[in-house]
């Protein structure tokens, strides 16, 4: 296990969108109507959450995508050995992109490569604020669950980032199995993800021991991101690896931790929606409960478990 050092994140100061100006706002003063809100999304407790997947806990708007962006700051790398590819030019899938400022910050660095970016939503261009959309990055509004619209074979690199809890334990090994349908053979597959249990002190664990509840009584099993190599293995891949990195909460390197710790607080506004309605929790309890745990989580050097799994699709493989 390693700490996630400085190096990871100074990619993305200068290439990431100055400014963020998503679809929709998150208001202030929530109107109470669904009629208020573009096709597709729906209000929960004063946040916009899309409506196609239902069981994805966290709600589309403003703040989230905010919270989104900022962690790919933190967050920017990969492990893949595809660095040398990326540079010479390779085509590059992110599967439930989000803003996509991880294909944005990774097209400006590497020129040479194609990248495509898919969501459910599109909260794409308009995370790009005033900046000009790289040459070599599109984006389409795609439901994986559909399938993907690409011809089998289609990328040289294809990464889902953060992307595994928004699927049921029973979805989730045929979303891998599209995403592996669309590799090139000899190319790679990618998963950055955390199995959303945070190490720390009883009250952080104690908070989230309830997101694991809420997410099983959606059929979400967050360990699952824990064995997600095995699910390579299966499909017959090759050269699996996974990396388990340690990313403090508060602490560290100051970059990681003042954004670590400013997200959990985000993830916690994110997340008070459906923890509320779920779980019969109160806003001003679930409000308590989240402040007591980020304040312990200063003081117990609380992380995160980034797993980062990867492996080659080989030049024969039945993955169709
Ligand atoms: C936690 S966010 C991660 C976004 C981005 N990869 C990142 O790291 O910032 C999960 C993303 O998955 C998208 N998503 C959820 N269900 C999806 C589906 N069925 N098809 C495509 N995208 C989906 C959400 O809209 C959201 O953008």
């Given at each position: 296990m390693s700490i996630l050092a400085p190096t990871h994140i100074t990619l993305s100061v200068a290439q990431t969108p100055a400014s963020v100006s998503p679809t929709m706002d998150t208001p202030?003063?929530?109107?109470?109507?669904?009629?208020?809100?573009?096709?597709?999304y729906r209000w929960i407790e004063g946040r916009a959450f899309?409506?196609?997947?239902?069981?994805?806990?966290?709600p589309m708007d403003s703040d989230e995508l905010d919270r989104l962006n900022e962690m790919q700051h933190t967050i920017l790398n990969f492990k893949a050995p595809v660095e040398e590819d990326l540079k010479c030019g390779i085509s590059v899938l992110d599967v439930g992109c989000g803003t996509g400022a991880w294909s944005i910050s990774m097209a400006s660095l590497y020129p040479s490569s194609t990248f495509t970016g898919t969501d459910l939503v599109d909260a794409f261009l308009d995370s790009l604020g005033s900046i000009t959309p790289p040459l070599n990055l599109t984006f389409q509004v795609v439901d994986t669950l559909k399938g993907l619209p690409f011809p089998d074979a289609s990328f040289d690199y294809v990464v889902q980032r953060f992307g595994a809890l928004s699927f049921s334990e029973l979805q989730l090994p045929g979303v891998i199995r599209e995403l592996a349908r669309v590799v090139k053979p000899g190319g790679w597959i990618e998963f950055v993800d955390t199995d959303a249990s945070p190490h720390g002190g009883p009250l952080l664990t104690e908070l989230w021991s309830k997101v694991n509840l809420m997410l099983t009584m959606r059929d979400i099993n967050a360990t699952k991101i824990q064995c997600l190599h095995e699910d390579l293995f299966e499909l017959g891949f090759e050269q699996i690896t996974y990396n388990q990195v340690l990313l403090p909460i508060g602490w560290g390197p100051s970059e990681v931790g003042s954004g670590t710790a400013r997200n959990l607080t985000r993830a916690h506004d994110s997340l008070k929606p459906q923890m509320t309605l779920v779980l019969g929790i109160g806003n001003s309890e679930f409000d308590r409960m989240a402040e007591d745990a980020e304040e312990e989580s200063k003081e117990s050097k609380a992380y995160w478990d980034i797993y980062y799994t990867f492996g080659r699709k080989p030049e024969i493989s039945n993955v169709e």
């Amino acid at each position: 296990m390693s700490i996630l050092a400085p190096t990871h994140i100074t990619l993305s100061v200068a290439q990431t969108p100055a400014s963020v100006s998503p679809t929709m706002d998150t208001p202030k003063d929530p109107p109470l109507s669904d009629d208020d809100l573009p096709p597709g999304y729906r209000w929960i407790e004063g946040r916009a959450f899309a409506s196609e997947n239902p069981i994805y806990v966290m709600p589309m708007d403003s703040d989230e995508l905010d919270r989104l962006n900022e962690m790919q700051h933190t967050i920017l790398n990969f492990k893949a050995p595809v660095e040398e590819d990326l540079k010479c030019g390779i085509s590059v899938l992110d599967v439930g992109c989000g803003t996509g400022a991880w294909s944005i910050s990774m097209a400006s660095l590497y020129p040479s490569s194609t990248f495509t970016g898919t969501d459910l939503v599109d909260a794409f261009l308009d995370s790009l604020g005033s900046i000009t959309p790289p040459l070599n990055l599109t984006f389409q509004v795609v439901d994986t669950l559909k399938g993907l619209p690409f011809p089998d074979a289609s990328f040289d690199y294809v990464v889902q980032r953060f992307g595994a809890l928004s699927f049921s334990e029973l979805q989730l090994p045929g979303v891998i199995r599209e995403l592996a349908r669309v590799v090139k053979p000899g190319g790679w597959i990618e998963f950055v993800d955390t199995d959303a249990s945070p190490h720390g002190g009883p009250l952080l664990t104690e908070l989230w021991s309830k997101v694991n509840l809420m997410l099983t009584m959606r059929d979400i099993n967050a360990t699952k991101i824990q064995c997600l190599h095995e699910d390579l293995f299966e499909l017959g891949f090759e050269q699996i690896t996974y990396n388990q990195v340690l990313l403090p909460i508060g602490w560290g390197p100051s970059e990681v931790g003042s954004g670590t710790a400013r997200n959990l607080t985000r993830a916690h506004d994110s997340l008070k929606p459906q923890m509320t309605l779920v779980l019969g929790i109160g806003n001003s309890e679930f409000d308590r409960m989240a402040e007591d745990a980020e304040e312990e989580s200063k003081e117990s050097k609380a992380y995160w478990d980034i797993y980062y799994t990867f492996g080659r699709k080989p030049e024969i493989s039945n993955v169709e």
